[in-house]
């Protein structure tokens, strides 16, 4: 039994997808593929398009066995953390023999090279961090001028190549494997090029294209029929326009996605649970932001250095999600990042929290969102083998509960769950609770 793990948002799932899951397997000879996937919230710090159920379901139709959440703590967090989260699940599990990501490098070794710098940590390159840092630029991009003077030092550029650290799957990458090392795990690593358009573009570029194209397309889509149809509801606009005398709705982005991922995706917009965008949350981020007490604002994660007062300046002044963002953003502190403080405020994750957590192993849980029929197989056998509590159903985890840990770290998941149905369009999915009401997916 082979078993291929894979760490994916899914946001939606597109054909770009559908390749890296083919040629990974191809390249695995794996018998199962296991995905562990951001939930409500995603790493760039935004709701994602549609809910985590549906594409937990387009996972399964298009080729995974067993779909695992990310907790949200660790799903909107820098590279760093995310990585760590992702690779301690599949690491848990006792069954996952490969790992297999896409990147713009394509070459594994280089990945590696550069994993071992930032797990060891060279005296030299120790000096390098520490004299970026005191210059007031971002973490980020300090790590990133330190690894190319040490690698210009070391003589490391000749082998590999210094755009290496440009791009961000393969910076992810490098995580992966930087976690894979600090875990001591036995998990193979492989990596596969990554086609076509980059996974920040805005454009379409025909049957492979980005997910970040793909959710520029929706909005598109949103803003020009809502000219024509003069409403701001995007459930009715899904429902009524630009459809054909027999009712069928067609959109650009339908020929980047696999027709059931697809299929999925247009019938939660046209029920009203979907798209879930960032300007869903405007007000209630708005208002959270202005009644919070600065000093209460700066016990939530990643802000620092006074960053409360400036947040709290911005959410005075500001009138859309975008004003507020580039209101807060510094040198410091880039727009991901900013993304990512904000919807973590308004979730409620704390510096506590997220000391807790890495301090005591990472997630403290692991929670099944569906499966298939072999994905049921292989859950029988990772019952025996991991090294985690398996969750089901939320409403079960009380028997954990003098682990205070696991339980603060699912409270923290159903506020997550919470806080993004309100973004639905549809009034009537915005009640509570889902995440003990919604059950498995199995397809």
């Not at 996974?199 to 520029?216: D, F, M, P, Q, V």
């Not at 598109?220 to 701001?232: F, H, I, S, V």
């Not at 059931?260 to 917009?269: G, P, T, Y």
């Not at 919807?343 to 929670?367: C, H, M, W």
Request: glycine letters at 8%.
């Amino acid at each position: 039994m082979k078993v291929l793990g894979i760490v994916v948002e899914y946001n939606p799932f597109h054909n770009g997808h559908a390749y890296h899951l083919k040629k990974s397997i191809e390249l695995t000879g794996a018998d199962y593929v296991i995905a562990v996937m951001s939930g409500n919230f995603i790493q760039r710090g935004e709701p994602a398009i549609i809910n985590k159920w549906a594409r937990c379901r387009q996972a399964l139709l298009c080729g995974v066995d067993l779909v695992i959440e990310l907790p949200v703590v660790y799903a909107m967090a820098s590279a760093e953390y995310f990585a760590f989260g992702a690779i301690k699940l599949l690491d848990s599990l006792g069954v996952t023999d490969f790992i297999c990501f896409g990147s713009e490098n394509g070459r594994i070794d280089d990945l590696e090279q550069i994993a071992d710098i930032l797990v060891k940590e060279p005296e030299e390159y120790k000096m390098l961090l520490k004299e970026n840092i005191s210059k007031g630029i971002s973490y980020p991009s300090a790590r990133d001028e330190s690894l190319r003077a040490f690698l210009k030092k070391s003589g490391l550029q000749r082998n590999i190549p210094m755009e290496i650290l440009k791009t961000s799957n393969n910076i992810l990458g490098i995580e992966y494997l930087k976690a894979l090392k600090q875990l001591k795990s036995s998990i193979k690593p492989y990596t596969i090029l990554r086609i076509n358009n980059s996974y920040n573009s805005e454009k379409l570029s025909g049957e492979i294209s980005s997910a970040t194209s793909i959710r520029h397309s929706v909005k598109e889509y949103l803003n020009e029929a809502g000219k024509l149809l003069n409403t701001a509801e995007p459930g009715k606009l899904f429902h009524t326009a630009f459809q054909d005398s027999s009712g069928h709705v067609s959109f650009s982005f339908q020929d980047a996605m696999p027709e059931a991922s697809a299929k999925i995706m247009l019938q939660e917009f046209i029920h009203g649970r979907g798209p879930v965008l960032p300007n869903n949350f405007l007000q209630v981020l708005l208002a959270y932001l202005r009644m919070i007490p600065s000093d209460k604002l700066k016990q939530h994660v990643y802000i620092g250095e006074g960053l409360e007062n400036r947040i709290k300046e911005a959410s005075g002044q500001s009138r859309t999600i975008e004003e507020l963002i580039n209101n807060i953003c510094t040198k410091r502190y880039a727009k991901t990042r900013i993304n990512r403080i904000l919807f973590n405020t308004l979730i409620g994750v704390t510096s506590g929290d997220v000391k807790a957590f890495n301090e005591n192993g990472g997630p403290q849980y692991i929670r099944i969102l569906g499966f298939n029929k072999k994905g049921r197989e292989l859950l029988s056998v990772i019952d025996k083998k991991a090294s985690l509590p398996i969750i089901t159903k939320f409403a079960d985890y009380t028997k954990y509960k003098n682990n205070p840990l696991l339980n603060r770290m699912i409270e923290i998941e159903t506020i997550a769950t919470d806080i993004y149905v309100l973004g639905y369009p549809g009034k009537e999915y915005r009640t509570g609770g889902q995440d003990y009401t919604q059950g498995i997916v199995i397809v």
